[in-house]
């Protein structure tokens, strides 16, 4: 039996730039359910314009401390260690639902910090260059462990989206690809269905291919990643395949 805790129970009004907030009244057995801007859940903190800069700030506390922790034990272990380390305590808080948060314009204050500890854990200078040490390391940057996780999710629950050969019989070679939504609202063009869509189909036709069997699809995708290192979504994008 599940029962609500009525002075703790809010409700949310999803929001976009130009809409308005409609005054509700709404009650539950005599009891007055109040408005909040935001709520947490499953660890997420959701606003009510579906901006996550809340929840961001949030995560840069969290990796300040797991930064400091990384600098304290540096000098006592060797990089394999380090690497160990890192991602028990730094990629674990990083990963946790990247695929809707990981394409927010605030996510840059994530990369700054991912790189900082990248730096501490390879004893580089402050203004080195960092995408010869995540190759290094083998450490995906942020936007790059974000087109991992988002390709993933697409890969996984292929179901949920159309692809072109079920919307035309021409034999091209956009066949394989995704079919992409119309849609003029710029905050769904940025969650994960319509971004998942264009990372998908601007991937090599090779891992395309590899996408029906998950367990090669994700070691050759990792690979693929690992090699360019990508620190924006637009430079994955932009990237030409030959």
Same mark, same amino acid.
């Given at each position: @039996?599940?029962?609500?805790?009525?002075?703790?129970?809010?409700?949310?009004?999803?929001?976009?730039?130009?809409?308005?907030?409609?005054?509700?009244?709404? #009650?539950?057995?005599?009891?007055?359910?109040?408005?909040?801007?935001?709520?947490?859940? *499953? =660890?997420?903190?959701?606003?009510?314009?579906?901006?996550?800069?809340?929840?961001?700030?949030?995560?840069?506390?969290?990796?300040?401390?797991?930064?400091?922790?990384?600098?304290?034990?540096?000098?006592? @272990? #060797?990089?394999? %260690?380090?690497?160990?380390?890192?991602?028990?305590?730094?990629?674990?808080?990083?990963?946790? =639902?990247?695929?809707?948060?990981?394409?927010?314009?605030?996510?840059?204050?994530?990369?700054?910090?991912?790189?900082?500890?990248?730096?501490? @854990?390879?004893?580089?200078?402050?203004?080195?260059?960092?995408?010869? *040490?995540?190759?290094?390391?083998?450490?995906?940057?942020?936007?790059?462990?974000?087109?991992?996780?988002? *390709?993933?999710?697409?890969?996984?629950?292929?179901?949920?989206?159309? @692809?072109?050969?079920? %919307?035309?019989?021409?034999?091209?070679?956009?066949?394989?690809?995704?079919?992409?939504?119309?849609?003029?609202?710029?905050?769904?063009?940025? =969650?994960?269905?319509?971004?998942?869509?264009?990372?998908?189909?601007?991937?090599?036709?090779?891992?395309?291919?590899?996408?029906?069997?998950?367990?090669?699809?994700?070691?050759?995708?990792?690979?693929?990643?690992?090699?360019?290192?990508?620190?924006?979504?637009?430079?994955?994008? =932009?990237?030409?395949?030959?």
């Amino acid at each position: @039996m599940l029962f609500l805790n009525l002075n703790k129970t809010t409700y949310l009004q999803f929001l976009t730039k130009n809409s308005q907030k409609l005054d509700l009244n709404i #009650t539950l057995m005599n009891n007055q359910i109040t408005s909040s801007t935001n709520t947490k859940f *499953l =660890g997420l903190t959701i606003k009510e314009t579906l901006s996550w800069k809340a929840h961001i700030r949030q995560i840069m506390l969290r990796l300040s401390s797991a930064c400091y922790a990384i600098r304290v034990i540096t000098p006592l @272990m #060797t990089e394999d %260690i380090l690497k160990m380390i890192y991602y028990s305590y730094v990629n674990s808080i990083i990963t946790y =639902g990247i695929i809707f948060w990981g394409n927010s314009p605030h996510s840059t204050h994530i990369f700054k910090i991912q790189k900082r500890v990248i730096r501490i @854990m390879t004893k580089s200078r402050r203004r080195d260059s960092c995408r010869q *040490l995540f190759k290094r390391l083998e450490i995906l940057p942020l936007k790059s462990q974000y087109t991992l996780s988002t *390709l993933l999710f697409v890969v996984k629950n292929k179901d949920l989206f159309t @692809m072109n050969q079920e %919307i035309h019989n021409i034999n091209t070679r956009c066949t394989i690809n995704l079919h992409p939504p119309v849609c003029n609202l710029m905050v769904f063009q940025k =969650g994960v269905y319509f971004s998942g869509i264009k990372l998908y189909n601007h991937l090599p036709t090779y891992l395309k291919n590899l996408s029906k069997e998950i367990k090669l699809f994700k070691p050759a995708l990792k690979r693929f990643l690992f090699l360019h290192s990508f620190y924006s979504v637009e430079e994955y994008l =932009g990237y030409r395949h030959n």
